[in-house]
Each structure stands twice: as structure tokens, then as C-alpha cells.
């Protein structure tokens, strides 16, 4: 559980960001906040292809209450692979942001195909 009280403590410590990394690294964790709710789901465009692979909600951490959301990368046209994961956390009592974090191997990852 000190994993997840960690996390809980980082959307008091991180600096919000609002706009969300592309391309992050292996070992990255930042909190994404926002203002409007039609920038919610914005922290989903990081520049990779993810497979949500599961959920943990509201686990008691503290004073309150952690959601997780699990995902894993896709490394081809049609593979995933668990080398390279994101995981979501969010707090009911912070309704405007999302710690997010990036554990594995990056270069394992296949990258979205940009359209312009």
C-alpha cells in the first residue's frame, strides 16, 4: 500500500500540468489537471496507442479514496504488450485531475499514426 499512498500524496506535491506529455519515458509520473471538462480525457492523448486492461475503484489509501485505470501499450498493428504500462490514479475529492504513471520499456511501443 505505500505505492499507493505515494501517489495519493502526489496530487498535493506534483506540479498540475494542463497540457499532457507526448512520448513520455519509462519511470514518468506527472499530474494532469484541468479547468474545463472538455479537456478531461485529454491526458489519454500521449502520442502512444494504449488497451485499458482493467480498473481498481475507490481503494481506502489514507483519508480517502484512490481509483486506478491499468493500461497496457500496443507494440504492432494488432499486439499489446505489459513491457510498457500506464496506470491512471484519480481521487474522488480532486475531480479535475489524473496522476499518471509510466512504468517499462518505451521503445517497445508502437506510436500513433499522425494525421495532418
Known amino acids: 500500500m505505500a505505492d499507493a499512498e505515494a501517489i495519493y500524496d502526489q496530487f498535493e506535491s506534483l506540479p498540475a500540468c ?29 502520442g502512444y ?24 501499450v500496443f507494440d504492432g498493428p494488432k499486439s499489446i504488450s505489459g513491457e510498457f504500462t500506464r496506470t491512471a490514479y484519480t481521487r474522488p475529492d480532486k475531480p479535475n485531475s489524473v496522476v499518471i504513471e509510466y512504468k517499462g520499456n518505451e521503445l517497445i511501443a ?7
Open 49 to 72: 496507442r494504449w488497451r485499458q486492461n482493467g480498473n481498481c475503484n475507490d481503494r481506502k489509501c489514507k483519508d480517502g479514496f484512490l481509483s486506478r485505470k491499468y493500461f497496457k
Open 110 to 116: 508502437g506510436k500513433k499514426c499522425q494525421l495532418f
Open 18 to 46: 494542463s497540457v499532457p506529455v507526448n512520448l513520455p519515458k519509462g519511470g514518468t509520473t506527472y499530474l494532469y489537471a484541468w479547468n474545463e471538462d472538455t479537456k478531461k480525457s485529454d491526458w489519454r492523448a500521449d
